[in-house]
């Protein structure tokens, strides 16, 4: 018996070989594709170099279930030992007892297959008496726990040995608590991030609730160097979380000897991914980036750069926390539990809003640059963080920074209370609320409601984003008449209401009439649903200042820019003001509101 692998599961298949007479010729039936189809090549040789004789005669292997597709060379062991037993120099009797997969080389030597956890699960889960397979895949396979029976072996030989019962092989044991021990050991650490103290809180919160971070500012500022610590104050893995992920990694071939993923992956994909690199594909779907970060940090570095429909296709996976691809096959599904994490600059030059550098870009430059990224996907983004470029006098200074150890216990904490909160519920983090829990657990203070307050009527969202008369007649029009529009009106680009829910953004001076964007490009609803939407729009951000899940940006258009964003953290609110850009922000932002807010 053996087994070939369907997204990150393994499902049984059984190797049938005859040999019949006739003229020499192979032939493989079962769907097998690449390397599974070249498998008799490379077994005719290494039978004869181990020192059995290869039946020249017509060969069939069939791989059953025949209606499903297998791919991979971990087929080459079991049609190996099929063929020296159907030679009668093998006993039969253990051929169906263990689970065996192998690649072969030319000289018999057994090499490393992919997938060796999810075999041995699958081993675990149908009582096979055991696992025959590479001694490099062994260590992984072993996870699966003492209750199945893991042997590695090195070459062909070896293992027609061991089934002749003339070798015993001692089962593979991983020490799981070895392994958890040296897990969460970093090179990294927040306290060589000097200065960046707004946005440690940030990431902090993040990592606290499982929220989405997006980062802006200017090159340099150390927008990397923070994501990629971000995994020293997420909590350490549990076992069930380590097996999800190490299955996507053992899918892959990509656990080099370890035996688990103990670790929360970080995964920082370069921009030029294709869509399928970022979530999976291919005409037999393997994971992708996503779910190789399952679990742990998703990184994209300057987004705007990647493809627009790479990054739009990360829309549903963030939503559902798993992916699902359809083929004609069937569907598989793909885990896709991650922090997205990503980072860019203000504008194409990078410089945007910087105090000590001078912006070379148009209006129209900026806008074309952050209009590559879809409402949407920003919506899925629970905090939005400026990183400001780091004053000379924070990184000479020597005072070190406070250590990821001691921001992680304070992490451990909120999820302590987070999975107290959600105990009984499939929920493990904040991030994961829907409107219900946010109704029930987000019940805003009296001080709390002060502030909003102060904070909506500071910013003028309530009274003052008067909704635009026209809209409502829009509102009204045949979808023809909205079409013909004047093509005047379709240039203003003020309004954006971004996503159904979490998120409203406005582009325009408070207090201004806004006319109405038209440029919503990838809006499932486009320019007509922002339009439609609009009359509501002071009642959405008076709503979501309620919920208070939920950020509201507010810009003076064009060049002067203020975000303030609101999130709801364990003790209650917590609230991330930007970093003040203009004059205009300077005067929003002035005490006793500033004060207020950092406070
Ligand atoms: N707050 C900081 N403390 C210490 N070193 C810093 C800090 N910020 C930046 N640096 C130094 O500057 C280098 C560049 O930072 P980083 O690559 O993170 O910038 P970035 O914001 O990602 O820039 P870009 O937008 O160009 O990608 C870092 O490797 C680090 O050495
Ligand atoms: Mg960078």
């Not at 690649?103 to 956890?117: A, F, P």
């Not at 399952?294 to 798993?322: A, T």
């Not at 990503?342 to 870009?361: L, Q, R, Y």
């Not at 020597?398 to 519920?425: C, H, N, W, Y």
Request: aromatic share 4%.
């Amino acid at each position: 018996m053996s087994s070939a692998l369907a997204g990150v599961d393994a499902f049984p298949v059984e190797v049938e070989v005859d040999i019949a007479g006739g003229l020499p010729r192979f032939t493989t039936v079962g769907l097998a594709e690449g390397a599974a189809r070249e498998s008799l090549d490379r077994v005719k040789a290494a039978i004869k170099n181990t020192g059995y004789d290869f039946p020249n005669r017509r060969l069939t292997v069939n791989l059953a279930p025949a209606d499903t597709r297998k791919e991979g060379s971990a087929f080459d062991l079991p049609i190996a030992l099929g063929l020296i037993a159907a030679n009668n120099a093998l006993k039969r009797d253990h051929l169906h007892r263990y689970l065996m997969l192998g690649e072969l080389s030319l000289d018999g030597r057994v090499k490393s297959i992919k997938g060796g956890l999810p075999t041995a699960l699958l081993a675990r889960m149908r009582k096979f008496a055991g696992v025959v397979l590479p001694r490099d895949n062994a260590m992984e396979a072993a996870v699966a726990g003492d209750s199945i029976a893991i042997y590695g072996v090195e070459s062909l030989q070896e293992t027609v040995e061991f089934l002749e019962d003339l070798r015993q092989l001692t089962p593979v044991k991983a020490d799981i608590s070895q392994v958890f021990a040296s897990a969460n050991t970093y090179d990294l650490d927040f306290s060589e991030v000097r200065g960046q103290e707004q946005a440690k809180r940030a990431l902090e919160v993040a990592a606290a609730g499982g929220h989405n971070v997006l980062m802006i500012g200017p090159p340099g500022s150390g927008k990397t160097m923070l994501a990629k610590r971000l995994p020293t104050i997420l909590p350490e893995m549990t076992f069930e979380e380590a097996i999800e992920t190490t299955k996507v990694h053992s899918v892959m071939g990509l656990l080099d000897g370890h035996a688990m993923i103990a670790t929360r992956p970080f995964r920082a994909p370069h921009h030029t991914i294709s869509d399928a690199g970022l979530i999976g594909g291919g005409s037999l779907p393997r994971p992708g980036e996503v779910s190789l970060a399952h679990h742990g940090v998703l990184f994209l570095d300057e987004l705007p750069e990647f493809r627009k429909n790479v990054i739009e296709v990360l829309r549903q996976p963030l939503e559902d926390l798993k992916i699902t691809i359809s083929r004609v096959m069937g569907t598989l599904t793909f885990p896709a539990s991650i922090m997205l994490v990503a980072a860019m600059n203000p504008c194409p030059c990078g410089f945007h809003g910087d105090a000590t550098h001078e912006c070379t870009c148009s209006p129209q430059m900026v806008q074309r640059y952050r209009s590559r990224i879809s409402g949407p996907l920003l919506d899925r983004i629970d905090i939005h963080v400026d990183v400001p470029p780091v004053k000379y006098k924070e990184l000479k200074e020597m005072r070190t920074a406070e250590p990821s150890v001691s921001i992680r216990q304070r992490v451990d904490q909120a999820r302590k209370v987070q999975l107290e909160r959600f105990a009984g519920k499939r929920m493990f983090c904040n991030a994961q609320m829907g409107a219900r829990e946010l109704a029930a657990y987000c019940q805003v203070n009296s001080a709390g409601e002060r502030l909003l307050e102060l904070a909506i009527n500071r910013l003028g969202l309530s009274a003052r984003v008067h909704p635009n008369p026209e809209s409502r007649t829009h509102h009204c029009r045949s979808r023809r008449q909205r079409h013909n529009r004047s093509p005047s009106h379709r240039r203003d680009n003020t309004v954006q209401i971004a996503g159904s829910h979490g998120r409203v953004t406005i582009i325009g001076s408070p207090g201004q009439r806004l006319p109405i964007s038209q440029r919503m490009p990838s809006s499932p609803t486009g320019a007509a649903g922002a339009r439609r939407r609009l009359p509501t729009l002071a009642f959405i951000a008076r709503r979501k200042i309620e919920t208070r899940r939920q950020e509201i940006a507010v810009a003076s258009h064009p060049g002067t820019r203020m975000m303030f964003t609101g999130i709801a953290d364990w003790r209650g609110i917590a609230l991330i003001i930007s970093q003040s850009r203009s004059e205009l922000t300077r005067r929003l932002t002035a005490a006793p509101f500033s004060s207020q807010l950092s406070s």
